[in-house]
């Protein structure tokens, strides 16, 4: 069965400030990995996916992450956040048939 | 706006009454997906449609829970003698193919009191 663990329940960054919020993932198969981003009172945004090839993944408003296969870890990373960037923020891994399986979410507390 | 849409944004009711939920997912998407989430939680798979065929059912989703598709269009999401533990947000999805992103809707917020 796969599991997705996000190591961090709570993330509090200043401004300009980089960011990595940790997410650990395990199956025994090939998965598809991505981050969605839950802003208050809104549905679920994709930031960014990885399916095959290059394994550092760059998405929307600036965010990347890189897969780990042998860490079974898909990182998300910012050089700089900003105070809009403040939400929470889900991964997920599926394999082919493509329910989703999500972690428990990191909320990310930008401050000025 | 072509994105997904669920209906009612949020439903109150009593336990031991019947509530449906509706979700339009964006017009050539062919998979449709409805998840459910708990404060402090991720959303959790409850079950998924390719056109008109429901092809996986999660343990989570009773006896008391149906899910239709018919057409392969919108799709309601029914839940049957609501208990309290059933209080959530229903959120909706939807994929062109199985690799592909999932667009998902507002969600529905069931509070049964």
């Known amino acids: 069965a796969q599991s997705v663990t996000q190591l961090d329940s709570q993330v509090p960054v200043f401004e300009e400030a980089p960011v990595e919020l940790r997410c650990n993932y395990s199956?025994?198969?090939?998965?598809?990995l991505f981050w969605y981003v839950q802003y208050p009172n809104q549905g679920l945004q994709l930031l960014l996916k990885?399916?095959?090839?290059?394994?550092l993944v760059k998405g929307i408003n600036g965010f990347e992450a890189e897969f780990n296969k042998s860490q079974t870890s898909f990182h998300l990373r910012k050089p700089s956040v900003h105070i809009s960037d403040t939400a929470e923020y889900f991964c997920?891994?599926?394999?082919?048939?493509?329910?989703?399986?999500f972690g428990k979410g990191t909320k990310l507390s930008v401050k000025p | 706006d072509t994105g997904v849409s669920q209906d009612p944004r949020h439903k109150i009711t009593k336990r031991g009454q019947n509530v449906t939920f509706r979700c339009d997912p964006i017009?050539?998407?062919?998979?449709l997906y409805w998840y459910r989430q708990t404060l402090g939680q991720g959303p959790e798979f409850l079950t998924y449609?390719?056109?008109?065929?429901?092809?996986?059912k999660s343990r989570l989703l009773s006896d008391r829970f149906s899910a239709e598709r018919p057409k392969g269009s919108f799709s309601t999401l029914e839940i049957q003698r609501t208990e309290q533990g059933d209080s959530a947000m229903y959120l909706c999805?939807?994929?062109?193919?199985?690799?592909?992103?999932?667009?998902f809707g507002p969600g529905t917020r069931l509070t049964v009191l």
């Open positions: 999805a939807s994929s062109l193919d199985t690799r592909g992103e999932q667009f």
């Open positions: 990885y399916l095959s090839g290059s394994t």
């Open positions: 449609f390719q056109n008109e065929a429901q092809l996986e």
């Open positions: 017009s050539e998407h062919n998979r």
């Open positions: 997920a891994v599926t394999r082919s048939q493509g329910n989703l399986i």
């Open positions: 199956s025994s198969v090939s998965v598809y």
